[in-house]
């Protein structure tokens, strides 16, 4: 539905690529915007919700306690991957990609509102985390976390071919929708400078 747009998959089978390759894929292939999918589990089998993060220093305890969560699979999966990002580089990485940083969050905030509105599902709102998936990324980069598959209601709902149309369409959306706004700005910056 979007011709000048061309999606890379990071991978199209159940095999593990390493958080580092994840991010790499994205910037070899000199993309535009990295989009990491995901779903949660929590010890609370009530917990629910989806969730959509950038890259910076985790703002809240839910965010950090994610990212430690999410960095550590690369332990569990037995590789000799780097695991957290220190406070320095992360402030290094605020400094040096303030421009990325600021695309991530509009994208991630489309993609909530995406979630919360049109898919009807509870948000747990926007975030910042230093996830090792997005910080090899040289471009704007947003990890969401679709739901908990820890909650048996969200479980089916995240199984279901439903379920995963619905999610797919918002994360769909939002990126149609930043490519029009992004268009749309970049129309009007050319007639501007033209004139």
Same mark, same amino acid.
Request: zero cysteines; proline letters at 1%.
């Given at each position: 539905y979007?011709?000048?747009?061309?999606?890379?998959? %990071? +991978? #199209?089978?159940?095999?593990?690529?390493?958080l580092?390759? +994840?991010?790499?894929?994205?910037?070899r &292939?000199k993309?535009?915007l990295?989009?990491?999918?995901?779903?949660?589990?929590?010890? &609370?089998?009530?917990?629910y919700?989806? #969730?959509?993060?950038?890259l910076?220093?985790?703002? *809240?305890? @839910?965010?950090?306690?994610?990212? $430690? +969560?999410?960095? *550590?699979?690369?332990?569990? #999966?037995?590789?000799?991957? $780097? %695991?957290?990002?220190?406070?320095?580089e992360?402030?290094?990485?605020?400094?040096?990609?303030?421009?990325?940083?600021a695309v @991530?969050e509009? /994208?991630?905030?489309?993609?909530?509102?995406?979630?919360?509105?049109r898919?009807q599902?509870?948000?747990?709102?926007?975030k910042?985390?230093?996830?090792m998936?997005?910080?090899?990324?040289?471009t704007?980069?947003?990890?969401?976390?679709?739901?908990f598959?820890? &909650?048996?209601?969200e479980?089916?709902?995240?199984? @279901?071919?439903?379920?995963?149309?619905?999610?797919?369409s918002?994360?769909?959306?939002? /990126? +149609?929708?930043?490519?029009?706004e992004?268009? $749309?700005?970049?129309?009007?910056? *050319?007639?501007? *400078?033209n004139?």
């Open positions: 979007l011709p000048e747009v061309e999606g890379i998959y %990071t +991978r #199209e089978d159940d095999r593990y690529v390493g580092e390759e +994840r991010g790499l894929i994205a910037t &292939n993309a535009d990295f989009v990491s999918i995901h779903v949660n589990a929590a010890r &609370n089998h009530r917990a919700g989806a #969730e959509v993060f950038f910076g220093m985790a703002r *809240s305890e @839910s965010a950090l306690n994610v990212m $430690k +969560r999410e960095n *550590s699979i690369a332990a569990m #999966e037995g590789g000799n991957e $780097k %695991t957290h990002l220190t406070e320095e992360l402030l290094i990485y605020e400094l040096a990609n303030a421009g990325n940083m @991530s509009r /994208i991630a905030a489309m993609m909530e509102d995406q979630f919360r509105n898919a599902r509870r948000s747990r709102g926007i910042q985390a230093g996830f998936v997005l910080w090899h990324a040289t704007a980069a947003v990890l969401v976390e679709l739901g598959l820890s &909650n048996p209601n479980a089916r709902y995240l199984n @279901s071919e439903y379920g995963q149309t619905i999610m797919a918002a994360i769909f959306r939002s /990126i +149609r929708d930043f490519v029009v992004y268009n $749309k700005s970049m129309n009007t910056t *050319s007639t501007a *400078s004139e």
